[in-house]
């Protein structure tokens, strides 16, 4: 019977002699070397990881227990929002301030700025990992709005902007633990505390009208009042919503020739105006940005020069998602639209009302694409 010691000792050459092979076959593959070994014979192959879904339906969108510490705790660098799933930032379960306080205008430029050049980097970096360094930068990108700018529960206006300032200065410290666990916890609460929304009442209709109409907003508010108001949640309404916006795979358009080099990227004139020009309640979609997000990145004079890139930056992400250099994935992501069931007459006693629905999209994608689409 044979035993250990009638053969040479693992990891010689005799033995990778005696077997007919080599050493490395005795050495099992490491699942992320096996990953990049991929995606380079793809790149060697004209492929790279490019060959995304027409319509956006892949990506990464799955969080990564791998960027984990060994303990299981949060990394302290950029990659910690990787461990979340891209929908927990694209959809916000939490409320955004309408306005920028003051105060950090600035800050709250330079941490933007910092985001969308990340995301611009990850669009031009192809080659291994390409996806994943999209889905990194995507995700701050896409929960820049509630991680930094979210509304305490209660506080005035200056004890907004501390709150929002300490999120801020984390960032630029590199305490990433810190505020993204802040705001892991108040999602959480905010998922406890949430409720099915009922059926407004005449009386919180004509409530919200007045407070419309004390901001100076008396044409909303005047809706808000002789309206229907918003529906109930329910399988019914959610019925009607699917039933008056039908969910169809539409077919891929042909591709789309390449920009001449040297010309003119999408024109983007119009964008600073119409978020200039559109009230602070509306213009806000699943991600919470709002125009008010908006409006200091090209109003505000600052000093730092990174806060000084935020809206140019911001211009060059609305020329790669017109020109569609964004992949399909990231496009249809920073496209999800807010649908509110808005209530057409008041239904006869017992009955459930008849709802229309009403979209709503983030305030980025509307000012990018006011020159190309037209109003309905």
Request: charged share 30%.
């Amino acid at each position: 019977m044979a035993v250990a010691a009638d053969y040479p000792a693992y990891g010689s050459d005799a033995l990778s002699a005696l077997a007919g092979t080599t050493l490395d076959a005795f050495t099992q593959p490491d699942p992320e070397d096996e990953d990049v070994e991929e995606e380079q014979q793809n790149a060697a192959n004209g492929k790279d990881d490019d060959g995304w879904d027409a319509q956006g339906l892949d990506g990464d969108r799955d969080g990564d227990d791998s960027v984990l510490l060994p303990n299981g705790d949060l990394p302290n660098t950029l990659e910690i929002v990787r461990a979340f799933d891209l929908k927990d930032f694209a959809v916000s379960p939490v409320t955004t301030v309408e306005f920028v306080p003051v105060q950090v205008m600035e800050k709250w430029a330079k941490v933007f700025a910092h985001i969308a050049l990340a995301l611009k980097d990850a669009l031009d970096s192809p080659g291994p990992g390409h996806t994943r360094r999209i889905g990194e930068a995507l995700r701050w990108y896409c929960g820049a709005p509630q991680i930094f700018l979210r509304s305490s529960s209660r506080g005035d206006y200056h004890r907004q902007g501390r709150h929002i300032e300490g999120r801020l200065d984390a960032f630029i410290g590199g305490n990433y633990t810190t505020f993204i666990g802040w705001w892991r916890a108040k999602c959480e609460r905010a998922g406890r505390m949430r409720k099915p929304r009922k059926r407004q009442s005449s009386d919180q209709r004509w409530a919200l009208c007045v407070q419309q109409i004390v901001r100076s907003f008396v044409g909303t508010g005047l809706k808000k009042g002789e309206g229907g108001g918003v529906g109930p949640t329910g399988a019914r309404t959610e019925g009607q919503m699917m039933d008056k916006h039908p969910q169809e795979r539409w077919q891929p358009l042909e591709p789309v020739a390449d920009r001449p080099h040297g010309a003119d990227g999408a024109g983007l004139s119009l964008c600073e105006k119409v978020i200039a020009a559109t009230k602070p309640i509306f213009g806000v979609g699943p991600r919470g940005l709002r125009p008010g997000h908006l409006k200091p990145l090209f109003q505000g004079f600052f000093m730092d020069d990174e806060a000084r890139e935020a809206w140019p930056l911001f211009l060059d992400l609305g020329r790669r998602y017109l020109d569609g250099v964004m992949p399909p994935w990231v496009r249809r992501t920073l496209n999800k639209e807010l649908l509110t069931p808005l209530v057409k007459a008041a239904p006869p006693p017992g009955r459930e009302p008849d709802c229309r629905p009403a979209k709503g999209r983030d305030m980025d994608i509307s000012g990018w694409t006011a020159e190309t689409l037209p109003k309905r």
